[in-house]
């Protein structure tokens, strides 16, 4: 299980604050993704990133935030704008094959 | 871009039996096909995989098969075992010029396996 880990496991936040989860990963991957997984969904991408100090939006980018100035790291903002922050988010890692592989997630809880 | 259906939505069998779940996807070009196993509150795991050059591949009771020209896939799991309880999702991706794609995943399965 080791390779992508996540902190913190649980998050809570007031609405109307920024807050910031943490991905790392010792794997040397040059890819990272960040998802959202909502009940009865499928993962959603969210931002992803191929290079270090490179990234793109996915599918639901909107009210979220992310950097890349390390290989080993892809942490993400989730700012006020995003409408419906609770989640649970998954990082996940990938090097020059389709293959992802996840960090044990953080579940964001926002009232 | 690329769309991924994945049905059925939820799947009860009985401890022994076969369960089966199948996705379409809309991008032909799609060369990808992963399976992802997640139990409550962990991290999905790849547990099989398959690329479009073959039509079916098989690891112990878990089996993909891929019809290109129907533009769908399946995952087959025999001899059910109680562990077998998860979300199953799966996801498809294409190769880009010098990279590979983002994964489009299906809105999963629950597979609850009874003894």
């Known amino acids: 299980d080791g390779g992508i880990t996540q902190s913190p496991k649980y998050l809570f936040r007031k609405e109307g604050q920024n807050v910031t989860l943490s991905c790392e990963q010792n794997?040397?991957?040059?890819?990272m993704y960040w998802y959202r997984q909502d009940p009865g969904q499928g993962l959603r991408l969210i931002y992803y990133?191929?290079?270090?100090?490179?990234?793109q939006k996915g599918d639901i980018a909107e009210g979220y935030s992310v950097s890349r100035e390390k290989k080993e790291s892809f942490p993400l903002t989730v700012t006020s704008a995003q409408k419906n922050p609770t989640a649970f988010y998954l990082c996940a890692s990938s090097d020059d094959t389709p293959e992802q592989y996840f960090g044990p997630g953080t579940r964001l809880t926002v009232t | 871009g690329e769309n991924v259906e994945q049905h059925p939505s939820t799947l009860s069998v009985q401890e022994g039996d076969s369960a089966v779940i199948k996705c379409t996807y809309s991008d032909s070009a799609s060369n990808y096909f992963p399976w992802y196993k997640q139990e409550l509150g962990k991290r999905p795991q790849l547990i099989i995989d398959?690329?479009?050059?073959?039509g079916e591949k098989k690891d112990q009771r878990i089996a993909v098969t891929l019809n290109k020209t129907a533009k769908h896939f399946s995952l087959h799991i025999t001899e059910t075992q109680p562990e077998d309880s998860a979300v199953y999702f799966c996801?498809?991706?294409?190769?880009?010029?010098?990279?590979?794609?983002?994964?489009?995943f299906g809105a999963g399965t629950q597979v609850v396996v009874t003894p």
């Open positions: 794997l040397n991957h040059d890819a």
């Open positions: 996801a498809a991706s294409r190769r880009a010029t010098d990279s590979w794609g983002k994964l489009q």
């Open positions: 990133s191929q290079i270090v100090n490179d990234f």
């Open positions: 398959i690329r479009s050059n073959v």
